[in-house]
Protein backbone atom coordinates (compact mmCIF):
# COMPACT_ATOMS: atom_id res chain seq x y z
CA UNK A 1 0.00 0.00 0.00
CA UNK A 2 1.44 3.03 -1.18
CA UNK A 3 1.16 5.98 1.19
CA UNK A 4 0.52 10.08 0.50
CA UNK A 5 1.44 13.42 2.47
CA UNK A 6 -2.09 14.56 3.72
CA UNK A 7 -1.14 18.27 2.44
CA UNK A 8 0.59 20.34 4.97
CA UNK A 9 -0.75 18.67 8.01
CA UNK A 10 2.46 16.25 8.03
CA UNK A 11 0.17 13.70 8.33
CA UNK A 12 0.53 10.16 6.02
CA UNK A 13 -2.18 7.96 5.43
CA UNK A 14 -2.24 5.11 2.99
CA UNK A 15 -3.68 5.63 -0.16
CA UNK A 16 -6.57 3.92 0.25
CA UNK A 17 -8.25 4.26 3.77
CA UNK A 18 -11.64 2.79 5.49
CA UNK A 19 -14.41 5.16 5.88
CA UNK A 20 -16.39 3.80 9.21
CA UNK A 21 -20.11 3.98 8.65
CA UNK A 22 -20.98 0.52 7.85
CA UNK A 23 -18.72 -1.15 10.64
CA UNK A 24 -21.06 -3.06 13.02
CA UNK A 25 -20.74 -6.41 15.73
CA UNK A 26 -18.44 -8.14 12.63
CA UNK A 27 -16.12 -4.68 12.54
CA UNK A 28 -13.58 -6.20 14.23
CA UNK A 29 -12.90 -8.58 10.98
CA UNK A 30 -13.46 -5.22 8.88
CA UNK A 31 -10.49 -3.64 10.59
CA UNK A 32 -8.56 -6.78 11.09
CA UNK A 33 -8.78 -6.97 7.19
CA UNK A 34 -8.09 -3.50 6.58
CA UNK A 35 -4.61 -3.54 9.08
CA UNK A 36 -3.86 -6.64 7.30
CA UNK A 37 -4.26 -4.97 3.88
CA UNK A 38 -1.74 -1.81 4.79
CA UNK A 39 -4.55 0.43 5.27
CA UNK A 40 -3.31 2.78 8.23
CA UNK A 41 -6.56 5.64 8.00
CA UNK A 42 -10.07 5.21 9.57
CA UNK A 43 -12.47 7.64 9.11
CA UNK A 44 -15.46 7.61 11.55
CA UNK A 45 -18.07 10.24 13.05
CA UNK A 46 -19.84 10.68 16.23
CA UNK A 47 -23.34 10.17 14.36
CA UNK A 48 -21.87 6.75 13.20
CA UNK A 49 -23.52 4.40 15.45
CA UNK A 50 -21.28 2.43 17.73
CA UNK A 51 -18.36 2.73 14.89
CA UNK A 52 -15.95 4.55 17.52
CA UNK A 53 -16.82 2.28 19.97
CA UNK A 54 -15.53 -0.55 17.36
CA UNK A 55 -12.87 0.88 16.55
CA UNK A 56 -11.61 2.08 20.15
CA UNK A 57 -12.32 -1.36 21.36
CA UNK A 58 -10.41 -3.24 18.21
CA UNK A 59 -7.53 -0.62 18.38
CA UNK A 60 -7.14 -1.30 22.37
CA UNK A 61 -7.32 -5.00 22.17
CA UNK A 62 -4.65 -5.36 18.51
CA UNK A 63 -2.33 -1.69 19.57
CA UNK A 64 -3.09 -0.79 15.99
CA UNK A 65 -2.43 3.24 16.15
CA UNK A 66 -3.85 4.34 12.71
CA UNK A 67 -4.78 7.46 12.06
CA UNK A 68 -8.00 8.69 12.74
CA UNK A 69 -9.91 11.08 11.51
CA UNK A 70 -13.89 12.05 13.06
CA UNK A 71 -16.61 14.18 12.54
CA UNK A 72 -19.50 15.97 14.52
CA UNK A 73 -22.62 17.77 13.39
CA UNK A 74 -23.25 20.65 15.21
CA UNK A 75 -22.23 24.37 15.72
CA UNK A 76 -22.06 24.99 19.38
CA UNK A 77 -19.16 24.97 21.69
CA UNK A 78 -20.38 23.24 24.37
CA UNK A 79 -22.02 20.73 21.98
CA UNK A 80 -18.79 20.56 20.14
CA UNK A 81 -16.77 19.96 23.18
CA UNK A 82 -19.35 17.27 24.42
CA UNK A 83 -18.75 15.57 21.20
CA UNK A 84 -15.10 15.59 21.03
CA UNK A 85 -14.82 14.30 24.53
CA UNK A 86 -16.97 11.21 23.86
CA UNK A 87 -14.92 10.19 20.99
CA UNK A 88 -11.79 10.57 22.15
CA UNK A 89 -13.17 8.10 25.77
CA UNK A 90 -14.36 5.67 23.09
CA UNK A 91 -11.27 5.85 20.96
CA UNK A 92 -9.16 5.41 23.47
CA UNK A 93 -7.46 8.84 22.29
CA UNK A 94 -5.61 11.87 24.15
CA UNK A 95 -5.97 13.43 20.75
CA UNK A 96 -8.00 12.84 17.12
CA UNK A 97 -5.63 13.24 14.02
CA UNK A 98 -8.39 15.13 12.08
CA UNK A 99 -11.37 16.47 13.44
CA UNK A 100 -14.20 17.44 10.98
CA UNK A 101 -17.41 19.56 10.90
CA UNK A 102 -19.37 16.85 9.63
CA UNK A 103 -22.51 19.99 8.21
CA UNK A 104 -21.34 22.22 5.51
CA UNK A 105 -24.36 24.62 7.18
CA UNK A 106 -22.20 24.40 10.61
CA UNK A 107 -19.15 25.57 9.20
CA UNK A 108 -19.31 29.70 9.97
CA UNK A 109 -20.20 28.76 13.22
CA UNK A 110 -17.84 26.04 14.09
CA UNK A 111 -14.81 26.64 12.75
CA UNK A 112 -13.56 29.24 15.21
CA UNK A 113 -14.28 26.27 17.86
CA UNK A 114 -12.61 23.87 16.09
CA UNK A 115 -9.19 26.22 15.49
CA UNK A 116 -9.62 27.09 19.26
CA UNK A 117 -9.44 23.19 19.81
CA UNK A 118 -6.38 22.42 17.53
CA UNK A 119 -4.81 25.43 19.80
CA UNK A 120 -5.56 23.43 22.69
CA UNK A 121 -4.09 20.45 21.49
CA UNK A 122 -6.84 18.16 21.66
CA UNK A 123 -6.90 17.90 17.48
CA UNK A 124 -4.03 17.91 15.20
CA UNK A 125 -5.85 19.55 11.84
CA UNK A 126 -9.24 20.70 11.41
CA UNK A 127 -11.10 19.68 8.56
CA UNK A 128 -14.61 20.42 6.90
CA UNK A 129 -17.25 18.27 4.54
CA UNK A 130 -18.49 18.39 1.31
CA UNK A 131 -21.04 16.61 -0.66
CA UNK A 132 -21.95 17.18 -4.71
CA UNK A 133 -22.82 20.65 -5.10
CA UNK A 134 -21.02 22.05 -1.77
CA UNK A 135 -18.00 22.94 -3.95
CA UNK A 136 -18.84 26.93 -3.59
CA UNK A 137 -18.54 26.73 0.25
CA UNK A 138 -15.57 24.40 0.29
CA UNK A 139 -13.39 26.70 -1.94
CA UNK A 140 -14.52 29.62 0.69
CA UNK A 141 -13.09 27.70 3.60
CA UNK A 142 -10.53 26.74 1.77
CA UNK A 143 -9.40 30.23 0.98
CA UNK A 144 -9.81 31.68 4.32
CA UNK A 145 -6.72 29.04 5.28
CA UNK A 146 -7.64 28.00 8.27
CA UNK A 147 -9.24 24.68 7.01
CA UNK A 148 -6.69 21.74 6.60
CA UNK A 149 -8.35 18.86 5.27
CA UNK A 150 -11.32 18.75 3.24
CA UNK A 151 -13.80 15.96 3.00
CA UNK A 152 -15.21 15.70 -0.11
CA UNK A 153 -17.62 13.98 -2.91
CA UNK A 154 -15.68 12.58 -5.67
CA UNK A 155 -16.79 9.90 -8.28
CA UNK A 156 -15.35 9.22 -12.07
CA UNK A 157 -18.68 9.76 -12.89
CA UNK A 158 -20.07 12.98 -10.62
CA UNK A 159 -16.76 15.33 -11.08
CA UNK A 160 -18.26 18.92 -10.01
CA UNK A 161 -15.03 19.07 -7.28
CA UNK A 162 -12.82 18.97 -9.84
CA UNK A 163 -14.98 21.10 -12.76
CA UNK A 164 -15.68 23.49 -10.28
CA UNK A 165 -12.21 24.37 -8.90
CA UNK A 166 -12.12 22.62 -5.51
CA UNK A 167 -9.46 20.15 -6.21
CA UNK A 168 -7.21 22.72 -7.71
CA UNK A 169 -7.20 25.02 -4.69
CA UNK A 170 -7.11 22.57 -2.33
CA UNK A 171 -3.20 22.16 -4.07
CA UNK A 172 -2.80 25.47 -4.57
CA UNK A 173 -3.10 25.63 -0.71
CA UNK A 174 -1.27 22.65 0.23
CA UNK A 175 -4.95 21.02 1.40
CA UNK A 176 -5.61 17.72 2.32
CA UNK A 177 -8.54 15.90 0.30
CA UNK A 178 -10.68 12.68 1.81
CA UNK A 179 -12.62 11.53 -0.45
CA UNK A 180 -16.16 10.28 0.64
CA UNK A 181 -18.39 8.06 -0.86
CA UNK A 182 -15.75 7.37 -4.00
CA UNK A 183 -18.39 4.39 -4.89
CA UNK A 184 -21.33 7.04 -5.04
CA UNK A 185 -23.07 4.68 -2.07
CA UNK A 186 -23.15 1.33 -4.17
CA UNK A 187 -24.11 2.71 -7.78
CA UNK A 188 -20.75 2.37 -9.03
CA UNK A 189 -19.94 -1.20 -8.40
CA UNK A 190 -18.98 -4.36 -10.76
CA UNK A 191 -17.89 -4.47 -14.41
CA UNK A 192 -19.00 -1.98 -17.34
CA UNK A 193 -18.52 -1.70 -20.71
CA UNK A 194 -17.10 1.64 -20.78
CA UNK A 195 -14.34 0.04 -18.33
CA UNK A 196 -12.99 -1.80 -21.52
CA UNK A 197 -10.28 0.53 -22.27
CA UNK A 198 -8.72 0.45 -18.57
CA UNK A 199 -8.33 -4.13 -18.80
CA UNK A 200 -4.62 -3.26 -19.83
CA UNK A 201 -4.12 -1.23 -16.41
CA UNK A 202 -5.86 -4.01 -14.27
CA UNK A 203 -8.92 -2.18 -13.98
CA UNK A 204 -11.98 -4.56 -14.13
CA UNK A 205 -14.86 -2.93 -12.13
CA UNK A 206 -16.51 0.87 -11.65
CA UNK A 207 -14.63 0.76 -8.20
CA UNK A 208 -11.57 0.04 -9.63
CA UNK A 209 -11.70 2.79 -11.94
CA UNK A 210 -13.22 5.41 -9.83
CA UNK A 211 -10.54 4.56 -6.94
CA UNK A 212 -7.62 4.99 -9.91
CA UNK A 213 -9.09 7.89 -11.30
CA UNK A 214 -9.51 9.68 -8.11
CA UNK A 215 -5.49 8.78 -7.55
CA UNK A 216 -4.10 9.83 -10.84
CA UNK A 217 -6.17 13.45 -10.53
CA UNK A 218 -5.93 14.33 -6.81
CA UNK A 219 -1.96 15.11 -5.68
CA UNK A 220 -2.52 15.17 -1.09
CA UNK A 221 -6.09 12.49 -1.19
CA UNK A 222 -6.87 9.50 0.96
CA UNK A 223 -9.90 7.66 -0.26
CA UNK A 224 -12.64 6.31 1.88
CA UNK A 225 -14.74 3.62 0.81
CA UNK A 226 -16.84 1.87 3.33
CA UNK A 227 -17.84 -1.71 4.04
CA UNK A 228 -19.06 -3.90 6.22
CA UNK A 229 -17.62 -7.09 4.34
CA UNK A 230 -13.67 -7.83 4.97
CA UNK A 231 -13.45 -9.63 1.98
CA UNK A 232 -13.67 -6.14 0.04
CA UNK A 233 -11.06 -4.88 1.57
CA UNK A 234 -7.79 -6.35 -0.08
CA UNK A 235 -9.94 -5.45 -3.51
CA UNK A 236 -10.26 -1.79 -2.61
CA UNK A 237 -6.24 -1.75 -1.21
CA UNK A 238 -5.22 -3.44 -5.27
CA UNK A 239 -5.67 -0.35 -6.56
CA UNK A 240 -2.95 1.96 -4.85
CA UNK A 241 -0.50 -0.80 -6.49
CA UNK A 242 -2.41 -0.33 -10.32
CA UNK A 243 -0.55 1.46 -12.93
CA UNK A 244 -1.35 5.42 -13.32
CA UNK A 245 -3.83 5.44 -16.26
CA UNK A 246 -2.57 8.29 -19.52
CA UNK A 247 -4.49 10.91 -18.98
CA UNK A 248 -5.28 11.06 -22.83
CA UNK A 249 -6.72 7.41 -22.02
CA UNK A 250 -8.75 8.93 -18.94
CA UNK A 251 -10.20 11.56 -21.38
CA UNK A 252 -11.50 9.00 -23.89
CA UNK A 253 -13.20 7.18 -20.80
CA UNK A 254 -14.67 10.15 -19.24
CA UNK A 255 -16.38 11.03 -22.45
CA UNK A 256 -17.79 7.49 -22.39
CA UNK A 257 -18.88 7.55 -18.82
CA UNK A 258 -20.67 11.17 -19.32
CA UNK A 259 -22.50 9.75 -22.44
CA UNK A 260 -24.44 7.09 -19.67
CA UNK A 261 -27.11 8.54 -18.20
CA UNK A 262 -27.56 5.66 -15.65
CA UNK A 263 -24.07 6.23 -14.64
CA UNK A 264 -24.83 9.83 -13.89
CA UNK A 265 -27.42 9.26 -10.85
CA UNK A 266 -26.16 10.56 -7.74
CA UNK A 267 -27.55 8.69 -4.42
Same mark, same amino acid.
Given at each position: =? ?62 ? $? @? ?36 ? @? ?31 ? $?????? &??? &?? &? ?20 ? #???? $? ?7 ? =? ?11 ? #? @? ?17 ? &? ?42 ? $? ?5 ? @?
Amino acid at each position: =MKKRELGRTGISVSEIALGCRWLNKGGAAVLKAAREAGITHLDTAAGYSGSEQIIGEYLQESGW $N @PVISSKVWASEEGAIRTALEKSLKLLNRQFIDIYLIHN @PVDTEKALPVFLKLKSEGLIKAVGICGWHGDGA $NVLKFI &DTG &DV &DVIQIALTIAHRSMVDGGVIAA #AAKK $NVGVQVMSP =MAKGLLTGEHPVL #A @PLAPYGIKTLEQASFRYIL &DNVEYVTILPGTSKPDRISEFASVSEMKSVPVDLWEKVLAAIDG $NPELQKL @P
